[in-house]
């Protein structure tokens, strides 16, 4: 269940991203925290216990919504856009490697 509902603006052009491999839509001018959590109920894992994040300050001052893109880049998912095809990974990155956290 997803844990943000979207109950205005919904008159904005449809883009399309992934999440680890899933094809997600999202609104031109969402963050990829408010994409994500209208999606699903977590950003990611946290990488020192597992548990599921959703990001905390929703202002790029903590560093609870960090996820990774595909081409290695770090980025704060309550402060960057969604842009058409951008491919997102909330594996955690450990020596250079994508590790799966445990659900």
């Not at 269940?1 to 992934?18: G, I, P, Q, S, Y």
């Not at 977590?42 to 597992?50: A, K, N, Q, T, V």
């Not at 880049?73 to 445990?102: D, L, P, Q, W, Y």
């Amino acid at each position: 269940m997803a844990l943000l509902k979207r109950v205005a603006e919904t008159h904005r052009t449809t883009l399309t991203f992934t999440v680890d491999g899933q094809a997600v839509a999202a609104l031109e001018g969402d963050t990829l925290l408010t994409a994500m959590l209208t999606q699903g109920e977590h950003l990611r894992h946290s990488e020192f216990g597992g548990a599921p994040r959703a990001g905390f300050c929703m202002m790029g001052a903590c560093q609870d919504c960090w996820v990774q893109l595909e081409d290695g880049r770090r980025v704060r998912a309550c402060s960057t856009f969604v842009e058409n095809g951008m491919r997102v990974i909330t594996h955690t990155v450990r020596g250079g490697s994508i590790v799966k956290e445990a659900p």
